[in-house]
């Protein structure tokens, strides 16, 4: 193939996360670089704007507003859910062709690198010359070659540091406390509640997650064994635990939507908390029982972010247009962990990445299959950056009873 | 009344908050510096530890712990929710007599300072020397006699911080989002998410407050208005909006029950969040609608403070033990604004605080009911510290459409 020379548009698809703008930033500052990217398009609402001709020129963007938008949290451009087929793509192809687009860049989790793949396959079948890179970015952490993705490092930031709160909250008034955490199939962020701790006796005490099995009655006894020794229990849950036959135990509940993607709406309500702290007080006779959704805060909260995590965000679309350009090859730029702690970027075929997940691997996992090792801790810690904040606790010795 | 020699016991009562634990410290090393107090103890969990006569030795930790307590969110001696009775403050004097204590400063929101004015009478009417000092903190700001309590500027920027993001995502998966803040009767924590606001299209775009009565058809009007102007709106809602008879919202809804004080339990709950969803849903017609209740994250998140929370929690403290010490007087330390910005303490009559609840100002809340003034947010704005991070957003002009 030879070097093309045109347009770069880039997209943003996905739920948004704290770094996604780090990326699209990324893209539009290396872009700037090389002559044979004649201007950098934005589309909004990702490919649902390029089906729409829906463009926004980001080379009239200063370089100071880039880095404003940089640091924001959720996509600038916009997101979808759209999962384009054969007419959709070829609804992209025409208005590429029209507006002279050579490089596509979609930051997206793996359906958008699946739809980077279909864009990829239908250029080459109707001979349209047309680079397009998947740029890695969701908070589940669940995309296959990469050591992780960016997103997930910030969100496990603020998902660690809520559940220190939580743990010290549930410290003072004692009671059982039930986390919910995102991930539909990989428990990784519900995981990485497990860097709350400091003392011994700090929760998350337990933590469940989607790759092992949950067992009502298996976890009704992990509860009563904790309670009863240390008077209070922080429980994290994954919002994707399952059942043996791998049926979600939230849907088991409740009629629920799917997306267009056929996956099932586990975020955005409360419902498994719910129940969870229902089956706690009916069945194990605990009065003080309360559960929070994490809900969207652990994606877009603004002001809780790895720089780490920014760092890498932004690299990872630096390389995806060298890549794109000087190395003329289409793939997903993928991260890959060299040494403790340093990163590189490899570009991995798309449909090694596209619409496959990566779960969290058995060595991460207690055997108990209610907690996680300390090789996940140690695989995790890096990634959190600087400024992770301590909580301390009094060791103040008891005072002598004076009443008989 | 003499000046007073003896011990001081300092106790934390209620929900826990990001910086009562600035006020523990405060008394801490105040008392230090006073001969008068031979020795501070800290009672576990609040006056139910004082009953159990469990104490710690608080002048036996280091000034370096003692500072990482100090930023370290929750009650580090525990809390309560335990409202005493006549007998149970015989108990309470009966131990204060056995140590020789002579000082009690309490931390805590109206339900405390109602506990120090009972303790108060108690050992009057019993003839025992003792100075009751409350301290203020509530993340609700409901204390009568202060402009502002300690712990709300910090859990106010969480909620700014929080909506600010539910903002962003909002905008690039636009559809109805509800967030539900804490605030039994006042509407200071939700009116707060008003400061996430930059550009004039930003969220929340209705906040409701419990000052207001609640309608469900004027709600639903609202957001059919929002809605049908911008294609999406946020909505903060606090857990306490109430119908025109004052009943709340949520407790027509559930069978809930109530803590020692007679309040209903709303928190821990994300049932208001999900019967406004489905409002919205079944009446309006729109598909994606999702909910997030904030829960403990508000009051406990480890790593989201304002400053100047910390500087006056830590003050507040100070002058509790200079008040009791050296000027010879019971009451609660409470906090007045003078000047913009600046504040100074007084000490107002204990049965001024106890057992009531300030709200919202009705120069605060907009006329239409459904949102904030300026005034409330100038009076938020400086207590809410530096480091307020501030979204970004592009501003590339649209590209020409190339098709016909």
């Known amino acids: 193939m030879a070097q093309l020379t045109g347009k770069a548009v880039v997209a943003q698809s996905g739920g948004p996360t704290a770094v996604i703008n780090q990326s699209l930033v990324g893209v539009v500052l290396e872009s700037a670089k090389h002559a044979r990217i004649t201007g950098v398009y934005g589309a909004m609402n990702g490919v649902s704007g390029i089906?729409?001709?829906?463009?926004?020129?980001?080379?009239?963007?200063?370089?100071?507003?880039?880095?404003?938008?940089?640091?924001?949290?959720?996509?600038?451009?916009?997101?979808?859910?759209?999962?384009?087929?054969?007419k959709y793509c070829e609804e992209i192809l025409q208005v590429f062709r029209l507006h002279d687009v050579r490089y596509f860049f979609y930051i997206g989790g793996n359906d958008s690198s699946d739809t980077a793949r279909i864009v990829n396959e239908q250029a080459r079948k109707s001979g349209y010359d047309l680079r397009a890179v998947h740029i890695p970015k969701t908070i589940d952490n669940d995309l296959m070659q990469n050591d992780h993705t960016p997103g997930y490092?910030?969100?496990?930031?603020?998902?660690?540091?809520?559940?220190?709160?939580?743990?010290?909250?549930?410290?003072?008034?004692?009671?059982?406390?039930?986390?919910?955490?995102?991930?539909?199939?990989?428990?990784?962020?519900?995981?990485s509640s497990s860097l709350a701790r400091v003392y011994p006796e700090d929760g998350p005490h337990l933590i469940y997650l989607p790759e092992t099995p949950f067992v009502a009655e298996d976890f009704l006894m992990d509860v009563r064994e904790v309670y009863s020794r240390l008077g209070r229990c922080v429980i994290a849950v994954s919002e994707g635990i399952q059942d043996r036959d791998g049926v979600p135990i939230l849907s088991t509940l409740m009629d629920m939507g799917r997306d267009d993607h056929g996956n099932v709406q586990l975020s955005g309500t409360g419902a498994l908390g719910?129940?969870?702290?229902?089956?706690?007080?009916?069945?194990?006779?605990?009065?003080?029982?309360?559960?929070?959704?994490?809900?969207?805060?652990?994606?877009?909260?603004?002001?809780?972010?790895?720089?780490?995590?920014?760092?890498?965000?932004?690299?990872?679309?630096e390389k995806a247009?060298?890549?794109?350009?000087?190395?003329?090859?289409?793939?997903?730029?993928?991260?890959?962990?060299?040494?403790?702690?340093?990163?590189?970027?490899?570009?991995?075929?798309?449909?090694?990445?596209?619409?496959?997940?990566?779960?969290?691997?058995?060595?991460?996992?207690?055997?108990?299959?209610?907690?996680?090792?300390?090789?996940?801790?140690?695989y995790l810690e890096p990634l959190l950056g600087s400024g992770m904040p301590q909580a301390g606790a009094l060791r103040s010795p008891r005072v002598k009873k004076l009443r008989g």
Chains 1, 2 share one sequence.
């Open 51 to 86: 089906v729409r001709e829906d463009f926004v020129d980001l080379g009239q963007e200063t370089s100071y507003n880039l880095e404003r938008v940089a640091v924001t949290p959720s996509s600038a451009l916009g997101s979808t859910r759209d999962k384009p087929d054969e």
């Open 153 to 191: 490092p910030s969100a496990a930031k603020f998902v660690a540091q809520a559940f220190a709160g939580i743990n010290l909250d549930n410290a003072a008034l004692p009671g059982v406390h039930v986390g919910v955490v995102m991930g539909r199939h990989a428990g990784f962020l519900t995981a």
């Open 274 to 317: 719910e129940l969870l702290t229902q089956q706690i007080k009916d069945r194990l006779g605990i009065k003080r029982v309360r559960s929070d959704t994490f809900g969207y805060l652990q994606r877009s909260f603004l002001g809780c972010v790895s720089e780490v995590d920014q760092h890498e965000a932004r690299e990872v679309a």
């Open 321 to 378: 247009v060298q890549i794109a350009v000087a190395h003329d090859a289409d793939g997903s730029v993928t991260i890959q962990r060299v040494g403790d702690y340093a990163v590189d970027y490899t570009l991995s075929p798309l449909h090694e990445v596209a619409a496959r997940t990566r779960l969290m691997p058995m060595e991460f996992i207690s055997r108990s299959g209610n907690n996680v090792t300390d090789a996940f801790r140690r």
